[in-house]
């Protein structure tokens, strides 16, 4: 099937971002709030601070080889939209297409409203705030980072390292105070036991959660500059920080709140602070996470359009959304909908189901995304690669396989979510096929180009 080609001819995107832009975006929008809620999760389901150590890296190293399959595509295929231009490059743009209707109808719009309530909720505990004002607050905060990223790129990223700067700031200060008071629980305690029971799964899980995000990247692809350098590099090293601040953050909290302890509670990492710091140890806890939902929200906001954007410019969504705005260069139109669709969903409270679905979606597209390198590589053997996937072909098995059972257990533990997550997944399909059969009619009937894709 030929690929589709966009309607009219318009500017692209500029390449404006430097390898701390890329690697910041990819940092700040997976530190979010759940490296204070996951650790509570982990120490209830694995019996000691080896295996949940064990497992909060394995989880980092798992995340890790998916970023190296998405540095091959994304160097080889250097494109605005990433992983949407991978699927469409590796299986047809149906699948792309697939890829872009479920992130903007449920995914990205959904976790970006998720990212605005949750905002509101840590802003109540400064000012008490009615069910109305919160979701005002959500939409005041959507509203905000979404016009700072309608201004440029460039502005988006500077506003991304200055929340990840203070992010790691506050992170910094709890993990240091933790290391600095003395230790009442022995990290190493209850080696032998690494990991033990049913619950291994639960927490594996939970990490995995922790670490999503990280592909977002490849939707900047186009706008970065030397990609096929800057993308592999941004992937890799802003995994690999993400992995070693968790490591460092729960070897701190296991140095002051026993297992049993942080088992028993929601917010482990308040509790250290708490302990450590004093009366202001939970007041700096709330502002890490206001600025780490800030820093994640931004990052969502000014990375998603981009999916929309390269849907549009094939022909294959609304066509406002693959205008570039004169002169701030950004997908304006991408971003304003956007916007304006989380607000809804906020008003609604409809994120709070959609959020549910947006996770066994995700997975699936993750899944056969990294499938893409075994798929290109076969189709097309002879395309440059400026990065070839280090372990291939077994460290795609490996996140291949963890990638099927995270989707079996997934479905085991909520069959219904799962089923109403495919059913929103496989009901873009009609919804191609008009998009396609208006296209083509625009174009004058079907059209037998293909676009290519940009190598610098």
Request: with cysteine.
């Amino acid at each position: 099937m030929a690929r589709p080609v966009p309607l009219q001819a318009s500017p692209d995107l500029p390449r404006r971002l430097t390898l701390l832009d890329a690697a910041s975006l990819l940092a700040g929008t997976v530190i979010g709030g759940g490296i204070f809620l996951v650790p509570g999760v982990v120490a209830r389901n694995v019996p000691s601070a080896a295996g949940i150590l064990l497992v909060w890296a394995a989880a980092g190293v798992l995340s890790f080889f998916a970023a190296l399959a998405y540095a091959e595509l994304g160097a080889m295929l250097p494109a605005t939209g990433g992983q949407y231009v991978f699927l469409r490059e590796a299986y047809g743009p149906l699948w792309g297409f697939l890829c872009g209707w479920s992130l903007f109808t449920v995914n990205l719009t959904a976790q970006i409203a998720w990212l605005g309530i949750g905002f509101s909720r840590y802003v109540s505990q400064f000012v008490p705030l009615s069910p109305l004002a919160a979701k005002f607050i959500a939409i005041a905060i959507i509203a905000t980072m979404s016009a700072i990223n309608y201004r440029g790129a460039k502005s988006g990223a500077l506003a991304q390292k200055l929340f990840l700067f203070l992010k790691l700031a506050g992170l910094a200060i709890i993990i240091a105070s933790a290391f600095a008071a003395p230790a009442v629980h022995a990290v190493g305690q209850g080696a032998a036991r690494v990991v033990g029971g049913g619950g291994i799964g639960v927490a594996m899980v939970a990490c995995l959660l922790a670490y999503d995000s990280w592909a977002m990247v490849s939707y900047m692809a186009g706008e970065i500059k030397r990609p096929q350098r800057n993308i592999p590099l941004a992937l890799g090293l802003g995994v690999t920080a993400v992995m070693i601040i968790y490591l460092l953050a729960n070897v701190a909290f296991l140095r002051i709140l026993p297992i049993a302890e942080m088992a028993s509670l929601d917010r482990p990492g308040a509790e250290v602070a708490a302990r450590t710091i004093g009366p202001a140890g939970a007041t700096i806890v709330t502002i890490t996470i206001l600025l780490s939902i800030i820093g994640a929200l931004n990052g969502a906001t000014m990375a998603s359009p981009r999916i929309y954007f390269a849907q549009a410019r094939d022909g294959l969504f609304f066509a406002k959304f693959g205008e570039v705005h004169p002169r701030f260069q950004t997908p304006a139109w991408a971003i304003v909908i956007q916007a304006v669709w989380a607000g809804v969903l906020v008003m609604t409270g409809s994120f709070e189901v959609l959020i549910s679905f947006a996770i066994f979606a995700a997975w699936v597209f993750y899944a056969i995304t990294v499938a893409a390198v075994i798929v290109l590589r076969r189709k097309r053997p002879d395309a440059p690669r400026p990065y070839r996937m280090w372990g291939y072909p077994f460290t795609t098995v490996a996140f291949l396989g963890v990638a099927v059972w995270f989707l079996a257990t997934t479905m085991a533990q909520a069959p219904q979510t799962c089923l109403w997550s495919m059913l929103l997944m496989v009901s873009g399909i009609p919804v191609y096929y008009l998009w396609r059969r208006q296209t083509n009619f625009l174009r004058g009937g079907p059209s037998s180009q293909s676009s290519e894709v940009p190598s610098t």
